[in-house]
């Protein structure tokens, strides 16, 4: 369907798009005029090391030289003791009406506390935020005083950052009115395009059947143009490698990014074309979508289970947030599997995501070489950051680069999972008119990329690689590969001296277990499986663990466990086990060696989602997590076309019954 007729359809159908746009417009007015705004104070609270303790090095007579990292378990006993009933009822009655939390500082691995106090009045926020402050070092020494811990070993409290004047929160504000008025013009748009699809089909049941006759030829405009799923998921696309993931609406926080509400805006134009019955769902793309059911019913139950808790406002809005990305994920599996009638232009989108994440790594080499990050650079009036602290990692003596994604882990990561079907694509007969250099430059730069973000998920997932494609292939292919990644090697060697060396001891000190990283995952590991005990079947709510209120996990597996509980475990692994049975059906029915390769990067690119989402929180980072469900649901439609095109094959021909100009006909398809 094309922007002209869903246009068309909604000025027909006035009655209901002026109505419910102009109440969702005064509901939005009539929240901006009684939602009061909200101010919210901080402060900081470190802990100091006992006076015995810092005896063992001098302090100088400066106190703050006594924060050490070992006083994690002692502030996470305070938060705990902070965030109790009994302590709310406690600052309740010494004047804290209002909502407080207390939790560590975030991308801080020091017992550094954050205090924080939001009301709408500005004036007793503050004066609010310095009750609080006092109450958590009284409550520190009353912990100590009921363990009799002795003087010299007593734990000390220092403000570093004193309560600070309130700041207006009126990010909060602008959500719920952004909310109203999407949900009424969304519902006036999917309304009107159901009653102008039943009148369509309500009309032809009626109208007597006639030849179908060649419509008449006539100008063409742009908003006139057919679109179909490959063209929306293009300027996806593009909009999510070449737009800073990070950058997003400030209303919608890190989902928000341009990429995620175009995906948005393409489901809608999917529900469009399906219930103005111009498209049906690809036959034999169902199960793709049925796993992703098994995820939306994880998230609903742990939506659920977040609003039965005392939750606070940050977590709701997380939990509303968690919604609108799963709806995002839902989008890209749609309309790659369902909204795809033709497998050429399945093959002309997939060769389009090979083009622009090689040129992704290609801004990779740049920020490596350059020891910068050039999306830091990169400001678009409207969006604003939503990561904290975004600047250029180091590892060594190297500038560990991302790109225009949100991290150099999403970097590796994203490149990892896309990296088999450049592969598959440079190997692929159809293509070899082309130049050599057309063909393997997209190989060439992702695979190269991978080492450079000095991590140990881009070996890990160039491995995982290797080990899925190169068995398969022949041997005169294979020892040819073997080769070419010995040669690799050596040539990272001379050209990036010391990166090898690096990379390697980066293995060794993993599995001597004397990484810095690894013993602070595996503090977190410990620490979050008190929440995990909380809601062990549905979790805390889908988004609503974040940083800012509790830490980092570095494992997907683990923040599911603690957003959605062991029934989101499932959905997850449900989701990579469909990946990966995509691949192997596909291998397995396929007709064509180039079809065969094509399921074995499909197989591929789903183990590396699997064993990497286990190195850090994958589904967190909006590239990642967008060319995931892309090549998730590209799997699904590929199996279909494999599973059509292998029945017709084995099916006698038969007889045609039906005059072909008396067949029902798609509009997409004309």
């Excluded at 590892?395 to 598959?424: D, Y």
């Excluded at 805390?540 to 209120?549: H, N, S, V």
Aim: positive net charge; proline residues 6%; hydrophobic residues 50%.
């Amino acid at each position: 369907m094309s922007i002209g007729e869903i246009w068309a359809i909604l000025c027909r159908r006035w009655y209901f798009m002026v109505p419910f746009t102009v109440l969702s417009l005064l509901g939005g007015a009539y929240l901006y005029e009684t939602v009061p705004v909200s101010y919210q104070s901080q402060s900081s609270v470190a802990l100091l090391d006992s006076s015995a303790v810092a005896r063992l090095a001098p302090t100088f007579g400066n106190p703050i030289s006594n924060a050490g990292g070992s006083l994690i378990v002692t502030a996470d006993v305070l938060i705990r003791t902070l965030e109790s009933s009994d302590a709310a009822k406690e600052l309740h009655s010494r004047g804290v009406t209002d909502p407080y939390t207390s939790g560590f500082a975030p991308d801080s691995e020091s017992p550094l506390l954050v205090l924080s106090v939001t009301g709408t009045d500005r004036a007793k926020v503050l004066k609010e935020t310095d009750i609080l402050t006092a109450f958590a070092g009284e409550q520190l020494d009353a912990l100590q005083a009921a363990a009799k811990v002795p003087p010299a070993y007593l734990v000390q409290t220092a403000p570093v950052v004193l309560p600070q004047t309130p700041v207006a929160e009126s990010k909060n504000r602008y959500q719920g009115i952004a909310a109203v008025v999407i949900l009424g013009v969304v519902s006036a748009f999917l309304l009107s395009i159901l009653v102008e699809g039943v009148t369509v089909v309500r009309r032809r049941r009626k109208a007597p059947a006639r030849p179908r006759q060649a419509p008449a030829r006539e100008r063409v405009s742009w908003l006139n143009r057919r679109v179909d799923a490959t063209a929306i998921l293009t300027v996806y696309l593009a909009l999510a490698f070449f737009i800073p993931s990070n950058l997003a609406l400030p209303a919608l926080g890190g989902v928000g990014t341009p990429a995620n509400v175009f995906a948005l805006l393409g489901l809608l134009w999917y529900l469009a074309t399906w219930l103005g019955g111009r498209i049906l769902p690809a036959p034999g793309t169902r199960f793709v979508r049925v796993s992703m059911c098994v995820l939306g019913t994880a998230v609903l139950m742990a939506y659920i289970a977040d609003a039965m808790r005392e939750s606070s406002h940050q977590e709701v809005l997380g939990a509303d947030r968690g919604l609108i990305g799963y709806l995002v994920w839902v989008s890209l599996v749609v309309l790659t599997s369902a909204a795809m009638q033709e497998r050429g232009r399945l093959d002309v989108l997939m060769r389009r995501v090979v083009v622009l994440a090689s040129v992704v790594a290609a801004i990779g080499f740049y920020d490596f070489f350059a020891a910068t990050n050039i999306a830091d650079s990169i400001h678009i009036p409207g969006l604003q950051t939503s990561v904290a602290q975004v600047s250029a990692m180091d590892r060594g003596a190297f500038t560990r680069p991302r790109a225009t994604t949100a991290q150099p882990l999403e970097f590796a990561g994203m490149l990892a999972i896309l990296l088999p079907f450049a592969i598959q694509q440079a190997f692929d007969p159809v293509r070899r008119h082309r130049h050599v250099l057309r063909r393997w430059a997209p190989v060439v730069l992702m695979g190269g990329a991978l080492p450079l973000s000095v991590s140990r998920t881009s070996i890990i997932g160039l491995l995982l690689v290797a080990l899925v494609m190169v068995p398969r292939w022949k041997p005169a292919r294979r020892w040819a590969a073997i080769g070419v990644m010995t040669a690799s090697v050596a040539v990272f060697k001379v050209l990036v001296p010391g990166l090898i060396g690096t990379i390697t001891g980066l293995f060794a000190s993993f599995l001597s277990n004397s990484d810095s990283s690894t013993q602070a995952r595996t503090v977190k590991y410990s620490a979050i499986v008190p929440y995990l005990k909380e809601h062990p079947l549905f979790g805390r709510g889908f988004g609503t663990f974040t940083p800012d209120l509790y830490f980092f996990t570095d494992n997907q597996y683990m923040l599911t466990l603690a957003e959605m509980g062991a029934l989101g475990l499932v959905a997850l692994l449900v989701l990579f086990i469909t990946g990966i049975h995509h691949g192997g059906a596909i291998r397995r029915l396929a007709r064509t060696e180039s079809d065969r390769e094509l399921g074995q990067a499909f197989f591929a690119s789903s183990l590396v989602a699997l064993v990497s989402s286990a190195t850090f929180d994958s589904l967190s980072f909006p590239m990642f997590a967008g060319m995931f469900f892309l090549v998730l649901g590209a799997g699904g439609s590929y199996l279909g076309f494999v599973r059509r095109e292998a029945a017709a094959a084995a099916a006698p021909a038969a007889p045609r019954k039906v005059s072909e100009d008396r067949l029902p006909q798609l509009v997409e398809s004309r």
